[in-house]
């Protein structure tokens, strides 16, 4: 496995790579990732996984500063993953000039996340644009837990034309049912044990669709309530069309229930995709 820290470097490695399979990453390494590198595996000759903890998408607030850099940790569980070329820039290499062009989501982008994280998406949107123009690859893989995240950037590829296929893995989940995420470490083991109860609540709201009930407000309420009652300082609960994000018509069939919280300082991120019949 080679680990490669400059663009042009890169690029030379990868000049006669075949296809790429593509897993961009911010480091901290999780059994979600490591699967990402597994699949990609089936979807291209070379296998490249990048790791950058990008400013663009960190607020003010946020914990970029304390955001743990385990690159060495990483690239061993990236090579026993199977991964081929480990691309790990500087914030220096990756805007070696001041990034004045930004990518523009889409309105979704402001909304559930984005509403609480403004900026954030425009700055996933913008490394994710710069990385695929490095990287070229001819497929990226990306997980299901940061949905939006999925979304902002299924419609940058279609919108800007960009020549690859993105590919959806399911969310790899801790026994407990807790969504594997980097952030899980900044949880105490108090908290760490009431974690699950974020994808419970979501899972119970889930099955009240299946069921039948379609008063979306009073179920978001609900859940939102449930979790207040615990301790959580709730973000948003929603229930949205999985197709494109927005609240549900009376013909939608397939659903997304979304959810974000605080427990302590950790917010924690997870949905779960429904489809009824009508």
Not at 200 to 221: C, H, T, Y
Request: aromatic letters at 8%; one cysteine or more.
């Amino acid at each position: 496995m080679d680990l490669i820290h400059t663009i042009p470097e890169l690029q030379q490695r990868l000049h006669s790579a075949g296809s790429v399979a593509f897993v961009p990453t911010m480091g901290n390494l999780h059994a979600g990732h490591l699967e990402l590198v597994r699949l990609a595996r089936a979807h291209g000759a070379t296998v490249v996984a990048s790791i950058f903890v990008n400013p663009l998408q960190f607020g003010p607030q946020e914990d970029f500063d304390a955001y743990p850099r385990t690159l060495d940790a990483d690239c061993a569980q990236l090579q026993s993953a199977g991964c081929d070329v480990v691309f790990a820039p500087s914030v220096a290499e990756m805007y070696s000039v001041p990034q004045q062009i930004e990518i523009l989501p889409p309105p979704i982008a402001r909304e559930l996340c984005g509403a609480f994280r403004p900026g954030h998406f425009q700055g996933v949107a913008t490394v994710v644009a710069k990385l695929f123009n490095i990287v070229q690859p001819a497929v990226a893989l990306f997980g299901k837990k940061d949905y939006q995240q999925l979304f902002v950037i299924r419609a940058l590829v279609q919108q800007l034309n960009y020549p690859l296929r993105i590919v959806a893995a399911e969310t790899l989940r801790a026994a407990d049912g807790l969504a594997l995420s980097s952030r899980n470490g900044y949880l105490s083991e108090q908290e760490r044990q009431q974690a699950p109860r974020l994808y419970a609540v979501l899972q119970s709201l889930a099955a009240q669709i299946k069921n039948g009930n379609r008063d979306f407000s009073a179920l978001e309420q609900g859940a939102s309530r449930e979790l207040e009652t615990l301790g959580w300082r709730v973000d948003y609960i929603a229930v949205r069309d999985a197709g494109t994000l927005l609240a549900p018509l009376a013909a939608t069939q397939a659903f997304v229930v979304l959810g974000a919280a605080w427990l302590g300082k950790t917010r924690l991120i997870d949905n779960i995709e429904v489809s009824v019949a009508v």
